[in-house]
T-cell receptor, first 112, second 115 residues
Framework: EAGVAQSPRYKIIEKRQSVAFWCNPISGHATLYWYQQILGQGPKLLIQ????????DSQLPKDRFSAERLKGVDSTLKIQPAKLEDSAVYLC??????????FGPGTRLTVL | AQSVTQLDSQVPVFEEAPVELRCNYS??????LFWYVQYPNQGLQLLLK??????LVKGINGFEAEFNKSQTSFHLRKPSVHISDTAEYFC?????????????FGKGTTLSVSS
């Protein structure tokens, strides 16, 4: 069974530029999560989708972050414009209802 | 609201020694409990989970954890560690009532195994 796929694995941008990350969850997993992991901390939820609907985006900085999951499968997370404090690893995870979450390898973003 | 406290930020041990990584949680509702491991430049891998039933949970790579409801703890243990166990370990909880809710993570414990 293929795992959660993410791309790119690494991205370096200048502040005020925009960036997008892509995630393809495990086949059949209806729930998709984006987490932000700042160095030295545990992951923190940014947004949760159930199929193509948003379940929880209370911690998403909506003035600069956006995410979509148009067909209920893969998802894109965008940052525009990026700030220095957005430097982090962005993790995508997916799950079936009541099952543990399975994580992708993450995208490491460096904002200069 | 839920929170997770991992009591040790770093745990250095020698190879073949036993290890315990401590985790306490706070929640007003019943929770599911998890331990994940993160190797350098990789995503999180599920080590073990407690959903219900026996309070002693066995996971992959020889790890086990014990759920203690009265002490709100979920400590991770391994009787004999290997160099390859060197990694970051995260304890996490999720709401048992609203299944499928996001995980709340601790800050992580760095396990360093040396020979």
């Amino acid at each position: 069974e293929a795992g959660v796929a993410q791309s790119p694995r690494y991205k370096i941008i200048e502040k005020r530029q925009s960036v997008a990350f892509w995630c393809n969850p495990i086949s059949g997993h209806a729930t998709l999560y984006w987490y932000q992991q700042i160095l030295g901390q545990g992951p923190k939820l940014l947004i949760q989708f159930q199929n193509n609907g948003v379940v929880d985006d209370s911690q998403l900085p909506k003035d600069r972050f956006s995410a979509e999951r148009l067909k209920g499968v893969d998802s894109t997370l965008k940052i525009q414009p990026a700030k220095l404090e957005d430097s982090a690893v962005y993790l995508c995870a997916s799950s079936l209802q009541r099952d543990p979450q399975y994580f992708g390898p993450g995208t490491r973003l460096t904002v200069l | 609201a839920q929170s997770v406290t991992q009591l040790d930020s770093q745990v250095p041990v020698f190879e073949e020694a036993p290890v315990e990584l401590r985790c306490n949680y706070s929640s007003s509702v019943s929770v599911y409990l998890f331990w994940y491991v993160q190797y350098p430049n990789q995503g999180l891998q599920l080590l073990l989970k407690y959903l219900s039933g026996s309070t002693l949970v066995k996971g992959i790579n020889g790890f086990e954890a014990e759920f203690n409801k009265s002490q709100t703890s979920f400590h991770l243990r391994k009787p004999s560690v290997h160099i390859s166990d060197t990694a970051e370990y995260f304890c996490a909880v999720s709401d048992q009532v609203q299944a499928g809710t996001a995980l709340i993570f601790g800050k992580g414990t760095t396990l360093s195994v040396s020979s």
